[in-house]
Structures are given as C-alpha cells and as structure tokens.
C-alpha cells in the first residue's frame, strides 16, 4: 500500500524533470531569438526574466518541500497491519501545533511580501504611465478584426494628419531607441504582445494606452494578438522589424511613403523604391 | 503579342495531392460545388436545366480540364498560371506531382494547401464565397468563378493583374472582412495562392461558357461542346487572363502635386459645380459620408444588412416599402450583394490608399460595382484633382462643411 | 418515529423522484447532471487537443456531423474552435463543477453532517436544481441557432460578446449563452441562500459552528460567497443582455466600428463588464475550490485515522481565503487598460491569498504525519488534491507577480494553472467525495480495484495533459488559439511536440474514466450493500443507515465534539463518532481543535 507514495514522486519529479529540462532548450524556454536563445532582447524582458527566474526557483524550492513531505507522510505512515491483522502501529493523536502554524504562516508571508515589494519597481516601469518615455510617438498602433493597423507620422513628426505613413501588420523600429507606440482598437479588445520582448497590452475601444519597450538586436521579430478577437484572432499576426540605425529605419520609412505617394505604375516619383523589399 | 497556343487536351498535367502529408486525411468526397445555371433555371441567364445530356458532357469537360475534385489538379494546357521552381506551369498548385514514375514531391506546400488552411473558410472549396463562415462577414467574400475583381488595375470589366491580386492578398481589403496576408505567408506562398484563386477563377468562367455554349445547343446534337468548341471556348477563357497584363491603365500624366487649388477643384468636381457636372454627392453624400440621395439610406441599410440573421436578409428587404425596394434592388453588385458607397470621411480605402489605387478607382470605376468609370468624361488632370480632393478629406472636414457648400451642392443636383 | 413533524416519505414516483424535495434526491439529479455534462464537456476538450496537435486536420467521426460543412473536407472552421473552447468552460464552470460541488455534495451533505431533517427552504432547494433545466436547454439551444453557440470565450467581454457582427456565435448564441448562465445563477443563488439559512438554523443540539466538518464549513462560506457575488455577476450578463437586445450602451464605446458595420453612437465602457465579471468569477474560482478543501479534509483525516491538523486554523484559512478573494479580482485585468497603479494594489492582495492556501496544504500534510494512511480509492484522490493544488497553487504566484504575467498573460501558462485547480483540485475532490460517499447516497460500495485504477490512469494523464502547458505558456503560446503553427515561435519542434503529447495524455486521459463510468453504474445495480458506517468516520451521516432514511434521522442525534477524533487513546475503536462523548481524560487545545 506504501508504494502509492511512488505515483506521488513520480508525477513530482517527472514535473520537477520537465521544469528542469526547459532552460535547456530554446523550445522549451522562454522566447529569445534563434540565434541567441540565452540572450533577452528587451530591458523590460530582462527585468522580467530575472524575476521569473526568482519565482522559479522560490516555488521550485517550495514544490519540493512540500512534494517531498507529502511523498514522504504517505510513506512513512502508510497503515501496516500485524501478522494478527491488527494495525502495527497506532495513529498518533494530536490536533496540531499552534507553534507550527505560526512559523508556516510567517515565513511564507515574508516571502509573499518580498515578491510583492521587489517586483513593484519592474512593473512601474514597464507600464506606469509616469514612466513612459518623451519621445516622440513612434507609431499609433489600431486593433482591428484581424490584423494590426499601423500609422507612423510622416515628415511632419505628428500622427493623424495627410502625410501619416499607413502599414499593415508590419512595425518597424530602431535597435537600441525605446519605441513609444500609442495602442488604440477599433472595434473588439485585442492584446499587443511581442514574445520576445515581454510585452502585453490590452487594446481597448474607446482608449489610447502608450506601450513603450526596446529591443537591442536588430531583425525579425513576432507580433501577436493575445486577446480573443474572433474568428480570425490566431491569424492576427504582425511582423516586427528592427532596425539596425536610425537612417536604416528612415530609409525604409522614405521607400514606403514614396510607394504610398506613387501616382504612375513605373518607377515613383522621388525616392527610389530601395530597401522596399527586405 | 500574346502567344496563344490552341489547347492540345490529352497533354494536361495532372497534380494530385498524394499521400504522406496533412492534405491526404481531408475526409469525405470533396467534390467542387456547381454554379446554378448548370442544374437550375436562372432567370435571365444561361442554363442546363433542360439539357442532361449536354451538362454530362460539360462535366466531363470540366473534370478532365481541371480534375475531377480539389484533391487532384488538372492543369490544361495554356492555363494562365505561372510556373514553379522547376519550370512546370501550374506546378504551384500542389504539393505533388503526378508523373510516370509516380507522386513527385514537390518543394512547397502548394496552392490548395495554403487556400485550405488560410481562405477556404470564407471564400469556400470551389472559390464561389461560401465558406462557412462567409454568411457572417460583410461585405461577403468574393465569388471567384466569374473571373471579375473589383479592385484591380485593367479596364473596368476585365479580369485582373496578377498585381491586382497579389496586392489584395498580401495588403488585405481595408474596410473589408478580408485579412491582410503578408505577415502570415512568404512571398513564395502568396504566389502559390494566386495560381490556385487563378485556377478557381478560369474553373469557374469555362464552367459558365460551357453552360452558355451548352444553353444554345440541342441536346440531342451528339457534337455538342465537341473539342474543337471547348478548345475554343478555353482559350477564350485564358486569353482574357493573359490580356490583363497589357490592359493595367498607367495614368499618363503625373499626379497634380496636392494644393489647396487642386483640392478646392476636385470639391468642385465632387459636388457637380462644374460643367461636367459629376454625381458624386448623389452616392457619396454632400459630405462625402457615403450617405447620397441616389443610394439606400445608411440607416435603412444598416437595419437590414446589420441587425438580425444574415439568412433573414431578403425578408428585411421585403419588409421595406415599395419605392425602397425598387431602390435596393437597383443598388446591388454584380454578385448581388448590397452595396454602400464608400464614406470618404474616414481614410479607410478597400483598393487602396496610393493616390494611383484611387486614379483607377475614379478613371475606370469599380468592376462589378455601381462606381462608374469617369475616364473619359473629365480629364486626367481633372481626376487627380478628385484624388487630391478625397485624399485630403478626412483631414479637412471643413472641405464640404463650409456654409452654403452643402445647401448649393443641393441646388445644383436639381 | 419520535419527532411528530416528520412526514413520510412520497408515495407518487413523480415527486418521490423527480420533482422532490428530499435533498438528497435532489442531491443526485444535481450528480447525474453534472456528469453527463462533464462527458459533454471533455469531449469538447478532446476536440480542442485535436486541433491544436494537428491543425486544420480532421477530427475522426466527429468532423462529419459536429460542423456542418461538408465541402470543407471535415477541416474544422475556425469560429467552430472559438465554440468549443466557449463551451468547454462554461460547461466545465458552471454545469458540472459548481453544480456537482455546491449542488451534489452541498445539497447531500449539509442537513446530513449538521443533523437536519432537510433544508430549512426544501421546495426552494427542488426550483435551485429545476431552474437549471432551461439553463440546459438555453445552452443546448445555442447550437442550433443562426451563427452557432457564444464564442466570445466564458469570460464573455464585450464587444465581441455584445455586437452582433463582432463573430458568428454573438449574433444569436451570446443571448443564449448569457439566459443560460443566468439560470445558473439564480440556481447558485438560491441554492446558497438555502446552505446559509439551514447551517445557521438548522444544526443538531450540541453542533456548534466549531463541531462543524470541515465540508460544511467550505460549503457555508462557498454559499456565502456565492450569496454575495452573484447579484454581481448577475447584474452584469444583464446589462450585456441589454446590450444586445435592448439597444443600451453599458459596454460598448463610442465610434468603435464592428464587423464594417456602423459605428456605436453610446458610450460604454468595456472595461466596466470585465470589472463585474471578475468581481463574481475570481470568486468562482473559490466556489470551486473551497469545498473540493472541505471535502479533502474529511477524507484525509478519516482515512490517517487522526485528528485534522489544526481545526481552527483550517477554517479560518477558509474564511480568509474567501474575504481576500473579493478584493484581488483585478489581477485578472492586470493587461487589460486598467490603470496599472490599481494593478500593484491586486498584486498585493493576490500575493496574500496564496497564504491561508499554502496553510491548508501544510495543514493536510501534518494530518497525514503520524496518521495510520489507508489507500483507499478516497483517499488517493484526496491525496492527489493536495498534490497537485500545490502546483496550482504556486503557478498562481507566477500570476500574481504583476511584471511575470506581462508575459504570461493569456497564454497557455494560465490554461495550466486553471487546470491544475479545476482538474487537480476540483475534480479530483469531486472523484474523492464520489467514492466517500457513495456508499451513503446509494447504500451500495463501489469496487475499490476499478477505483484505484481508474485513479491511476487519472493522475499520471492529468499531469501529462496539463504540465507542459505551463511550458509552452511561458514560451508565449497564446490561449484561444486554433493553430499556433501560424507563428515562427510556435511552429518550433519542441512545441509542436509538446502540444502533440498533450494532446495524447488528453485522451489517454479521457480513456481513464471509462473505468469509472463502469465503476458508478455497475455498483449502483449490482454493488454489495453498504453498511452505515462503512469508513469507521466520525461525522453525522455515519450514524444513519445506507442510504439515510427519508427525514434522515430516526432521532436527532446530540452532538458532544468536531467530527476529528480519530485514534483516541483508551477508545476500543480508532474513531469516535460525534454522538460519542469524549472521554474525561481528553481535553481538547482551545486554538486547535
């Protein structure tokens, strides 16, 4: 009857093995890029990695504790019975220890506390509106039934007026700059997350809320809508494109407005169309 | 210019979606869905109601031309497709190869794969907008089995730029249920995509010339829709698509550049001051608000199209009062869906935003919509003074709000 | 028969059985209900699993008549999976875990542990299980509607649930949807009003509020929850009902722009809905939580043959984790546009609660230390409980840390943790509860070998089906998503694998109640009889025949002690039933027990 416990420490350790596993693996683990699966692109996602790490290791530490009492109780105090038939051992009888309860309450509040209070600054920055940068916008970003709309200001550096640059489902910004973007819905709620930067935000009908992160690799990245949207919410994906320079980002800015200014079918007026294509 | 072999049948390539991936465990009989005319009278159109023979025998066309169902591909000879990595015209469409040594992989997922998984439930297996969840978004997918577009490149009424195409796909139709793909597949797969709605579209239009060739001939003519008539009637078909490409309009003056003279002259246009006296405000509204006097109320449109089940919507029609009724029934497209007139406040364009998208939109109008072409009833010049106009709008209401503009565009429709 | 009040049982079949007031016939329709609806609901779940293993392929046998789109080749549409993902949960939540718990067991247990008669509203108990009638038949309505089911996911946010155009399942099926749950409701509701009214009234001489089990006192602060929560909850699938049909604006903001269809004039908020919902449904999450803990309790102390570990202590944990529960709502709307300094003040309160529930588990484990463990298809289910609450219970903390769940909100790390609570917390209560007390509700013994392997398959599935969500979670796999190949991150070798084996153990898993199905229904015809007290426990119910008479007891039984004096030294047996005085040489610690 004891060696139920093994199915307790089987599934503990299988779930302890799998946990263990993840770091190992690029698959497994939190999203990083292919080339450098250890390396975090964003400051906010560093932070956040940091703490994940913290709470990884805190419940892990707890799980096994706790799993190995359990594993342990179930063991050690399984009912045996006598040649007689007659229990080989009686039960202990006690209600508790007030001693007991009292150190299993504080010390698991400390904890709690702790993560609470340590984590307070990570969040401010990432989301507090106070810590938003003043920069100027890079891009209004507009949720729509299901793709993202994106509207860069034109020459002019200001968003809704006739020389705004419009994308679809392509964000592009700059290594190393902190990318403002005001995030706007049109119709249902979405949610603006980028996986390999740590980032989520709800987009509200009816708000403007400023999502602002960084990325210090230049390339390729994913956009995904992470709020239920409808039919098409799995295929709400966008392409996020960091650039290496700011004139980089400004060339493909200038190719993309001279395609969206063109007037004649052949070459458009002006810029020529380099650096449309990537 | 165009080179145009004459259909040689018997050299058809067969593609077949074999074994061995995910496109093999489709289950049940998936067989293409017919168009009305080929079982049912349709008023006022070409049919094979009463003609079994002739509609057996343009089955059998049809199967032996395209392939009897979407998991094996024919591809006749001259089809307007492209040709893939290894030369092999409409090796696009699938992902094997049916040669004489057997299944030939080939290196892509294939049209009818990428259609399966990203368009088919919308725009339905045989391309004609019946997928299931088509019902539920407006405006309704397109029917692409008569090979017309709306928003492309060439004359109104011809079939599309391959360009055109590939724009709506990978841009998507702003205002419109239909996604923008280019985030979603590669380039190579937007072109695998564009063979196979091509091969739905030429399906779909030889259908429809064999029902119309079928319609005038006797049924116990046993050389109806012989090969010579169905080579004919084919190439006809690609010939078209072929054509395209050679019809794209480029617009042969540059665009006026933007200024408050060339946009207080396209609002002139807009509101009929001129001589020409141009009936835009009639469809789009004195404020350009998609709300003219000529077309069904928004809010009367809104009732209907909008509130309550798509499946009750001729019941909402019927509801409406008689010289409504005649008016909804005047304003539907080609496809017999309502129609609204874009609302030219918001800078939200369907075919685009480039003022070239709304060159053509203006000059040639909208195919198988109730946007005329303009070209050549004003000039060039005159229409990019429209562009100019409808592009600045939604940045200047103050554009069709100024007193008395309104009130005169009123007076001046009467 | 001493009490002159008792009337004899109902001689008419239709009120004997069906529309009866004997809470314990009421108890076992609220059972076969939510049981039938647990087979529907994990049927859906297979289906899900399907899809996400192999995307777009066809489901075998179901495909043909589950989506009626023949020309579709059997691929599933994929508002068809936004369906089912809506109607797993809601079926899951409020079909077959809150009614099997608060209903099932609430409704058998409570007048049997405090030594009632009945419930002190017997014909309001008969309309809390009658009402939830056209809530099935609003829900099974649903499917036949234009548009299909509600598929705006159980949380239901507006404006997908609220505009017509916003999915096919909001054009007709949200309205059901929103009927149905309202019948729930008012079910919970009056169920509860009903638990509260008859603990508080209705105790035998000498039960006072601290003999209580510990199931009882789960189920009255469930009740009490659910009594204060509801009208919340209530109110809220009101004003969306309004929404819909009415024409009012509570949810819906201005100018925003549905399906190409014409803009909303009003001026909503969709964030209001959300805050309303939540305010009910975090508590949900307790209700169905708190009793899969009461029940654990009884079981584990019964079966180490030893007192609870700290009484007092578990209870008030219970009452702490229900007051703390009505305060941390927001941490479900952490991502949600809410005002992120509002964020930090839910993250301390959510960070709180994991206290009293890591209590319990320590409290659970110092029950069993030193006890005599009898594996009993009980207790092994009990067991489980506690082990895998604990992995629920610490991923939750994952959650709470506002910065962490930037990251992991909405994705598979939630879906996981919400399992590992309502799979290893609910429902392996509600399987532990089911062999405890099957016995008493139908005078016959399940046959503990099927038990046992059916717990087994259960347990090593469940942990196969639901771990490597946290994984592919915290790799960003979003929730709700019918085909996460669209995305490079997700089309990884290690993640498509990862959703393939879950996807296995999910129907390894679902495989594993056929033994229990065979379990119920063959010993409920043809199990040996069951004797009163079959486990040796000490609570109430014990010390009435198998299955308890109608009225329950022949005399109200007198109460001297809690139902948690196992192994008392001197004591000829190894339990002492309440009706029992203790002996003189006993005297119990006032902080304790």
Known sequence: MRYWSLIFALAAAFSVGAFAYAPFSPDWWLPNTVAEPGHVVSKAGREIDALFIIILWLTGGVFVATQAALVWAQFRYADRLDAEGKPARPARYFHGSQRLEVIWTIIPAGILVFLALYQMSTWADVKFRSAAPRTPVLAELTGRQFQWMVKYPGPDGKVGTADDLFTVNDLHLVKDETALIHLKSSDVIHSFFLPQMRIKQDAVPGMTIPVWFDCDRAGRYELACAELCGWGHYKMRGDVVVHETRAEFEAWQAAKLAEQGRSQVGEPEGETSEGDRQ | ?414 | MSDAHVHPRPRNPLTRYVFSTDHKVIAVQFLFSGLIFFAVGGLLAMIIRWQLAWPWRPVPILSKWLWSAPALGGQMPPEFYNKLFTMHATIMIFFVIIPILTGAFGNFLIPLMIGARDMAFPKLNMFSYWIMWPGFAFLLASFFVEGGPSEAGWTGYPPLSTDPHAAPGSLNGQTYWLLALLCAGISSLTGSINYITTVVMLRAPGMKMFRMPMTVWSLFITALLQAFALPVLTSALVMQLLDRTAGTNFFSPVGASVGNGPAVTGGGAPLLFQHLFWFYSHPAVYVMILPGMGIASDVISTFSRKPLFGYKPMVVALAAIAGLGFIVWGHHMFQSGMNPALGATFMVSTMMIALPSAIKVFNWIGTMWGGRIQYTSAMLNAMAFVSMFIIGGLSGIFMAATPVDIHIHDTYFIVGHIHYVLFGGSTFAIFAGVYYWFPKIFGRTMNEGLGKVHFLFTFIFMTGTFLFMHIVGWHGHMRRIPDPTVYEFLRAPGVVWMNQFMTICAFALGLAQVPFVLNFFYSLVAGPKAEANPWKANSLEWTTASPPPHYNFEDLPRVFHAPYEYSVPGGEEDYLPQTSPLPPNITLDPVMA
């Open chain 2, 1 to 414: 210019m165009i080179v145009r072999r004459r259909p040689v049948f018997g050299l058809w390539i067969s593609l077949a979606l074999a074994a061995g991936c995910s496109d093999a465990d489709l289950t049940g009989p998936l067989a293409y869905e017919e168009q009305p005319g080929m079982t049912r009278e349709v008023d006022g159109k070409s049919h094979l109601a009463d003609k079994p023979k002739i509609r057996e025998k343009a089955r059998a066309v049809l199967a032996k031309l395209y392939g009897p169902n979407p998991k094996e591909i024919h591809v006749p000879e001259g089809a307007p497709f492209s040709k893939d990595e290894s030369g092999t015209v409409g090796g696009l469409l699938a992902n094997h190869l049916r040669t004489a040594e057997g299944p030939k992989r080939l290196p892509h997922a294939g049209g009818f794969a990428l259609y399966r998984r990203h368009c088919l439930h919308c725009h339905g297996l045989s391309g004609a907008g019946d997928g299931p969840t088509a019902p539920f978004v407006f405006p309704p997918p397109r029917d692409f089995r008569r090979g017309l577009y709306k928003f492309t490149s060439t004359p109104n009424g011809a079939r599309p730029d391959r360009d055109d195409l590939r724009r709506t796909v990978r841009d998507g139709l702003h205002g419109t249920s239909m996604p923008a793909f280019e985030a979603l597949l590669t380039k190579e797969e937007i072109e695998q995509v564009l063979d196979y709605v091509t091969f739905l579209s030429v399906r779909g239009e030889t259908e429809l010339a064999l029902i119309e060739e079928g319609f005038i001939g006797d049924d116990e003519d046993p050389d109806a829709l012989e090969d010579d008539v169905v080579a004919d009637l084919t190439s006809a078909v690609f010939g078209k698509w072929e054509d395209a490409a050679d019809k794209v309009v480029d617009p042969p003056v540059a665009r006026t550049p933007s200024s408050p003279e060339s946009v207080r002259r396209g609002r002139d246009l807009f509101l009929g001051r001129t001589k020409e006296k141009l009936e835009c405000a009639g469809c789009h509204g004195v404020k350009g608000r998609g709300d003219g006097k000529s077309f069904v109320d928004p809010d009367v449109f809104n009732r209907v199209v909008f509130r309550g089940d798509p499946s009750k919507m001729a019941e909402r029609v019927a509801q409406l009062d008689e010289p409504t009724q005649e008016l909804w029934k005047q304003k539907l497209d080609e496809w017999g869906n309502p129609l609204r007139p874009a609302n030219l406040t918001v800078p939200v364009y369907k075919g685009g935003r480039r003022p070239i998208d709304l060159y053509w939109r203006i000059a040639k109008g909208i195919t198988g919509a109730q946007m005329p072409a303009h070209y050549p009833g004003i000039d060039h010049a005159q229409i990019w003074d429209i562009v100019n106009f409808v592009l600045a709008l939604p940045y200047q209401p103050e554009l069709l709000e100024e007193p008395g503009v309104a009130a005169e565009a009123e007076a001046v429709r009467r």
